[in-house]
């Protein structure tokens, strides 16, 4: 197209948009692709070259006449809207802008974090399992037959009223010790070891200012065929110290659980009172996890021949953990998961 022709279509696309546009911001971003540095001038000023020699002095004035005539028009339509902006519109600039919230993690998906960071360096691959369970799992194969007075502790929520089928009844997972035996099943069948750490929701029907039904446990557990004792009280030692801080010291008492022998409670020395005995801890140590070694019953069920294979396992509950590293005495645990703002910001 010839060249005058294309500066009367821009004349006149001008001439329109200027009688119709409404608002000040679009006339600016028109202006810009007209009259900018990379707009239709600066592409029609490149095609002067193109022209007959003759041609070019008469059209490059054109050009520029046109050129400033939008100009002075652009002026005019932005002084219009200049006069019509009230103070409303208008916008300080001196004033602090507005405040904006900063949302973190729930404690206890921090916990959950700091755990698994610090048993993945040892070799404990993070797992997970259903939360939804048979029976056999959570109790049966970690040696607590139906009949067996031990299960009441665990105060289940059962889904099913029914026993289903070989596996039992259906529930929500009481501790994470279910997934000991589901693991050991998983590994044995491919002839390796076990070396997991399993941290996730559990359910018990309590409900009270130190209970909540819904709770988080990390368990550890090891098989292998020199899996020893030592091994756990290091794992453990390890954890605490790096959890809890190096001052911090560790104790096993003798305890019974049905799944490990033999059977531990772990105690921590107490943070508040650094182990001289206050009204948390009264004698300096506080209750924090149950540990064994893993009974030859239950490393059976796992597919394992006990006289070859060894194991540990261990028992935290996250909640608790977390309260005793930060020293926090929270008056009503459930407040945890009340998902009320003004206490969650706290932490
Ligand atoms: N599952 C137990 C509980 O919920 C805690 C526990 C005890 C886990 C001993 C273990 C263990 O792995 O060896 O109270």
Known sequence: MPLQEELEILRKEVKNYLQEIARGEALSQYEFSI??????????????????AEE?????????????ELEEKFQVKKQEFHAQTTDADMIDVSLPGAFQQYGHLHLVTRAIEEIERIFVPLGFSRMSYNEIEWDYYAFEALNM???????DEWETFFISEDVVGPKGRVLLTP???SGQVREMQKRSAKGQGVRMINIAKCYRRQSDISHVPMFHQFEGLAVDRSVTMRELIGTVEYFVKNFFGKKRKVRLRPYHFRFTEPSFEIDVTCGI???????YCKDGWSEIAGAGMVHPNVLKAGGYDPKKYTGFAFGFGVERSYMMKNNLNIGDLRLLYSNDIRFLEQF
Do not use: D, V, Y
């Open 175 to 177: 501790h994470t010790s």
């Open 145 to 151: 037959p139906r009949w067996h007075p031990a299960r």
């Open 35 to 52: 009259l900018g540095r990379k707009g239709k001038f600066t592409e029609l000023a490149k095609k002067i070259a193109q022209a007959p």
């Open 273 to 279: 009172c650094n182990a001289k005995g206050c009204q």
């Open 56 to 68: 070019k002095p008469a059209i490059g004035k054109q050009i520029n006449e046109l050129k400033h």
